[in-house]
């Protein structure tokens, strides 16, 4: 048995509430020692649901030597600032996706990692679930025949008036927030890197709200990828090869509970390929934390084999940035 990975919260952000901290709750080699808040009454409630302590500040929390690991749901823009200031205070971080808001700072943010020989994790959570690495093995064993191009989407309705998501100086828009997960995908399984052949993007009200990209990939193959705050909810994505295409729902959000259908359609007809429920936000908060007990390092692929590394989010950083100079940009 391995000690815990004694973890502290920065943020009392909706996604920590909903979903991280219930499944870091229920993970054995993890336990929550305290949630951090400006307001305090937000950590309070927190810890009364999670058994922890509330800590008044992102500074005491890091201060406290019964903390190990953070976690930081923090919001786009924020993020950057204090992941250094985690990495500095000698803590192990998991940050919520994109980890940054520009290449630049996530190379410098690796860079600090690996010099103090600590881990940081983006949380891309998806890559966590096991239906994808089905999907991947499928095409790589011919099903489909050579492929020839990616599609991915991920919509959603409007938020409400005021949500962080409309604040540029938070890291609001549409590409951070969404897009992310459909270019991250492209990054799974497309072969060498990823060039931006074209993008377009629509603000308003000073961020973007929803944006196409087409990508090109090794071997003429393409990605061509949505994202929006503007949409009825959809995410999903189909890889067509010479042969035939698989087609995959609720790619970026699988409840625990459901069985995804893998679909596979060739010229003999249509196959459905049932898989078991998984969790990957437990997926993910368990391999946080066996790779921090083993010392792993942040360029190695992590304990569930997510292959998520330091590099993978400098590359997927370089992609946002290109999509945004490529971008032609319309109100």
């Given at each position: 048995?391995?000690?815990?990975?004694?973890?502290?919260?920065?943020?009392?952000?909706?996604?920590?509430?909903?979903?991280?901290?219930?499944?870091?709750?229920?993970?054995?080699?993890?336990?929550?020692?305290a949630?951090?808040?400006?307001?305090?009454s937000?950590?309070?409630?927190f810890?009364?649901?999670?058994?922890c302590?509330?800590?008044?500040?992102?500074?005491?929390?890091?201060?406290?030597?019964?903390?190990?690991?953070?976690y930081?749901?923090?919001?786009?823009?924020?993020?950057?600032?204090?992941v250094?200031?985690a990495?500095?205070?000698?803590?192990?971080?998991?940050?919520?996706?994109?980890?940054?808001?520009?290449?630049?700072?996530?190379?410098?943010?690796?860079?600090?990692?690996?010099?103090k020989?600590?881990?940081?994790?983006e949380?891309?959570?998806?890559?966590?679930h096991?239906q994808?690495?089905?999907?991947?093995?499928?095409?790589?064993?011919g099903?489909?025949?050579?492929?020839?191009?990616f599609?991915?989407?991920?919509?959603?309705?409007?938020?409400?008036?005021?949500?962080?998501?409309?604040?540029p100086?938070l890291?609001?828009?549409a590409?951070?927030?969404?897009?992310?997960?459909?270019?991250?995908a492209?990054?799974?399984?497309?072969?060498?890197?990823?060039?931006?052949?074209?993008?377009?993007?629509?603000e308003?009200?000073?961020?973007?709200v929803?944006?196409?990209?087409?990508?090109?990939?090794e071997?003429?193959?393409?990605?061509?990828?949505?994202?929006?705050f503007e949409?009825?909810?959809?995410n999903?994505?189909?890889?067509?090869?010479?042969?035939g295409?698989?087609?995959?729902?609720?790619?970026?959000?699988?409840?625990?509970?459901?069985?995804?259908?893998?679909r596979?359609?060739?010229?003999?007809?249509?196959?459905?390929?049932?898989?078991?429920?998984d969790?990957?936000?437990?997926?993910?908060?368990?391999?946080?934390?066996?790779?921090?007990s083993?010392?792993?390092d942040?360029d190695a692929?992590d304990?569930?084999g997510?292959?998520?590394?330091?590099?993978?989010t400098?590359?997927?950083a370089a992609?946002?940035?290109?999509?945004?100079?490529?971008?032609?940009?319309?109100?």
């Amino acid at each position: 048995m391995i000690e815990p990975v004694r973890i502290g919260v920065l943020g009392c952000a909706s996604i920590a509430w909903r979903r991280m901290l219930p499944a870091m709750s229920a993970v054995p080699e993890i336990d929550v020692i305290a949630v951090a808040s400006r307001d305090l009454s937000k950590a309070e409630s927190f810890a009364a649901r999670f058994d922890c302590a509330a800590v008044p500040g992102y500074e005491r929390l890091l201060e406290r030597e019964d903390v190990d690991a953070v976690y930081l749901p923090l919001p786009a823009g924020l993020r950057a600032d204090w992941v250094r200031r985690a990495l500095d205070a000698g803590k192990h971080v998991l940050g919520e996706k994109p980890l940054t808001t520009s290449a630049r700072s996530a190379a410098e943010l690796v860079e600090l990692a690996r010099e103090k020989r600590l881990l940081l994790r983006e949380n891309f959570m998806f890559l966590h679930h096991g239906q994808h690495a089905a999907v991947r093995e499928l095409v790589r064993d011919g099903r489909i025949g050579e492929l020839r191009s990616f599609t991915a989407v991920f919509g959603i309705p409007p938020r409400e008036p005021g949500d962080i998501r409309y604040q540029p100086e938070l890291g609001g828009g549409a590409l951070l927030d969404v897009g992310v997960y459909p270019l991250r995908a492209a990054q799974f399984f497309l072969p060498g890197e990823l060039a931006v052949l074209g993008a377009a993007l629509r603000e308003d009200s000073g961020v973007d709200v929803a944006g196409s990209v087409l990508l090109g990939a090794e071997r003429g193959v393409t990605a061509q990828l949505g994202f929006g705050f503007e949409h009825h909810y959809r995410n999903t994505y189909e890889l067509w090869g010479s042969s035939g295409r698989i087609t995959l729902d609720r790619v970026f959000t699988p409840p625990a509970e459901m069985a995804p259908v893998i679909r596979i359609e060739t010229g003999r007809g249509v196959e459905e390929i049932p898989l078991p429920p998984d969790d990957q936000f437990r997926n993910s908060a368990t391999a946080f934390a066996l790779d921090v007990s083993s010392g792993a390092d942040i360029d190695a692929p992590d304990a569930a084999g997510a292959v998520h590394s330091g590099e993978d989010t400098v590359r997927l950083a370089a992609l946002v940035d290109s999509v945004r100079r490529t971008a032609q940009t319309t109100a």
